[in-house]
C-alpha cells in the first residue's frame, strides 16, 4: 500500500489534461502510477513533468546511452518500479537486448562495449559517491561534449531523485512492467 494514494478516475478535467501530458499519444494503459500520484501536487507536477520530459523527449545524448544510465541508476537505487517502466517501454525500443537489460541490475560487463562500461561506471560512482572520478570524467571526455556531460549528470541525479521518490512512497510496480529479473547489486 503506498504511502501517498495514488489518484484514481474519474479525473477532474485539470488533472485529466495535466495527466494526457505525461503520457506518449494512444497509448493502451492508464497514466502511471508514479503521475497519478504527483498530481496529488499538482503544481509540483507540473514542474516536474518539464525537467522529466526534457530529458527523455528532448535530450542530446544518443537514446541508447541514455537508457543504460537511466537502467542502471534506478537498479542501483533498488527502484524496480521505474526501472521497469523504462526496461519494458525504451529497453528493447533502444536496442537493448535482454541479456543487456539484466546486467543493468547486476553490473556484470560482459555485455557491453567499452564506452557502455564506461556509462555503467559513471553510474555506479555518482551512486556511490554523488561524484564522479577524474578518470572516468576523462574518459567520457572522449565521447561527449559538454552539453552532453552536463545532461548525463542531470539525468543521472533526476532519476536518482525519482528512484528516490518512488522507493519512499512505496509505489507498487505497474502490472505491465518488468520485475528486476535478479537482486540489483
Not at 65 to 82: F, K, M, N, P, S
Not at 89 to 114: C, H, K, M, N, R
Request: aromatic share 8%.
Amino acid at each position: 500500500m503506498p504511502r501517498i494514494a495514488p489518484l484514481d478516475p474519474p479525473y477532474s478535467p485539470d488533472i485529466a489534461t495535466a495527466l494526457a501530458k505525461w503520457m506518449p499519444p494512444n497509448v493502451a494503459h492508464d497514466p502511471l502510477v508514479l503521475f497519478r500520484t504527483l498530481h496529488r501536487a499538482p503544481e509540483l507536477a507540473s514542474r516536474m513533468r518539464v525537467l522529466g520530459a526534457g530529458l527523455l523527449a528532448h535530450g542530446s545524448l544518443p537514446a541508447r546511452d541514455r537508457e543504460i544510465v537511466i537502467h542502471r541508476t534506478c537498479a542501483r537505487a533498488g527502484c524496480e518500479y521505474e526501472w521497469g517502466v523504462h526496461a519494458a517501454t525504451f529497453g528493447e525500443a533502444t536496442g537493448l537486448g535482454p541479456e543487456q537489460i539484466t546486467a543493468t541490475v547486476s553490473g556484470d560487463p560482459a555485455p557491453w562495449s567499452a564506452k557502455e562500461r564506461l556509462l555503467i561506471s559513471a553510474a555506479d560512482e555518482l551512486h556511490d559517491s554523488a561524484r564522479m572520478s577524474q578518470t572516468t570524467w576523462d574518459a567520457l571526455t572522449d565521447h561527449y561534449d559538454e552539453p552532453q556531460l552536463l545532461e548525463l549528470l542531470v539525468l543521472s541525479g533526476w532519476y536518482r531523485t525519482i528512484s528516490q521518490l518512488i522507493n519512499t512512497l512505496e509505489i507498487d510496480n505497474e502490472p505491465w512492467a518488468h520485475p528486476f529479473p535478479i537482486p540489483p547489486t
